[in-house]
């Protein structure tokens, strides 16, 4: 396994790039990071289409990723149907398979902020993406937000700019995302990396049989600054309360769209995931990443992940919480780079 390393002055930097190092700490705060000022807005290098919170926003890593943000055109249906699909991606094409970042329910690319800039530095041709309905896409002609929706359109994004077989990483819920599509997809799928994977859930259950005025009262309690604010007390461990509010703040800046009610509820009536049946189905290599301190995912489930997956390799993060990428991204970086060269970790 090529090793990672976090140099000030790696061999051939893009020229876009400024390059340092990252490390994070308990506080929430990181030393510098290789960041590649790509793709930059005209909104104080913001891309226009991001609410303009995101000058709020304190973190550094969430802004310099929030600056590469673009738009490309994803047909849906018919030639004439496209949605301007909002993703990160890299500068050049790599020798290996792509990397494709998924992200949690209700979340975005953004997610991947810390983790990111270590796995381009490492060389991996890295691509966050929002899934269809989440993140920053333009959904102001809203299409149906299904499971089967999302997959479609996540096969036309790899069909249209990826074209190669992927290492899919599904974080959470992203996990049922990665399996839902590498299921209907294999050619597309070489390998899955689910971290702290939340696979069991069976559907939205109840909630897709609520009436519409209920289903948008409750998304709207969603988008409430304390319940996010709550989530992340949650998913991060040791953290202070002025970096559990900025994250917060980048958790929720994609629900600020106009459109995000819509597909939310979409999402909701239409049932939501289920793949129980499709994991032992699964013929791809996997690597199944959990935490140590995970207070969500039940270290129960994942080892039913690992049972029902023999062939997968399986890697504890220790001192970590619900989203390891994000809080401890040095060792989930090391991990995806070493499994996306040569299958080992």
């Known amino acids: 396994m090529m090793p990672l390393t976090w140099c000030s002055a790696p061999p051939s930097p893009p020229p876009e790039a400024v390059v340092g190092t990252l490390m994070a700490k308990k506080d929430g705060s990181f030393r510098s990071v290789v960041i590649n000022a790509r793709g930059a807005g005209t909104n104080n290098g913001f891309p226009s289409f991001l609410p303009k919170e995101v000058e709020k926003i304190k973190d550094p890593y969430a802004r310099k990723l929030a600056q590469r943000m673009e738009r490309l055109p994803v047909s849906i249906g018919s030639s004439e149907s496209r949605i301007m699909s909002s993703c990160v991606r890299p500068p050049k094409q790599s020798e290996i398979n792509p990397v494709v970042l998924l992200h949690c329910f209700d979340s975005s690319c953004l997610e991947w902020r810390c983790a990111y800039p270590l796995l381009e530095e490492a060389g991996l041709e890295a691509w966050a993406v929002d899934v269809l309905g989440w993140g920053f896409s333009d959904l ?11 997959r479609h359109h996540l096969y036309q994004f790899w069909k249209s700019y990826i074209r190669r077989p992927m290492v899919l990483v599904g974080p959470s819920l992203g996990g049922s995302v990665a399996i839902d ?19 069991y859930a069976e559907g939205t259950g109840d909630m897709a049989k609520l009436p519409k005025a209920v289903a948008y009262a409750g998304v709207s309690l969603l988008k409430s600054t304390p319940l996010r604010f709550y989530a992340n007390m949650l998913a991060f461990n040791g953290i202070s309360l002025a970096t559990t509010f900025d994250w917060t703040n980048v958790g929720r800046l994609h629900c600020l769209l106009p459109w995000w009610k819509d597909a939310t509820v979409s999402f909701m009536t239409s049932g939501g995931y289920n793949v129980v049946s499709q994991i032992k189905q699964v013929k791809q290599k996997v690597l199944v990443i959990c935490s140590e301190q995970d207070n969500i995912i039940s270290y129960k489930q994942i080892l039913r992940l690992r049972c029902e997956l023999p062939a997968a390799i399986m890697r504890l993060i220790p001192d970590s919480g619900h989203l390891p990428h994000v809080d401890n991204p040095a060792s989930v ?12 970790c």
Not at 140 to 150: F, L, N, V
Not at 181 to 199: D, G, Q, T, W
């Open 333 to 344: 970086a090391k991990l995806i780079v070493g499994f996306a060269r040569n299958g080992r």
């Open 181 to 199: 599509f590498a299921y209907h997809y294999p050619v597309a799928v070489e390998k899955l990396v689910l971290i702290n994977a939340s696979v």
């Open 140 to 150: 102001e002609r809203c299409p149906p937000c299904s499971a089967a929706s999302k």
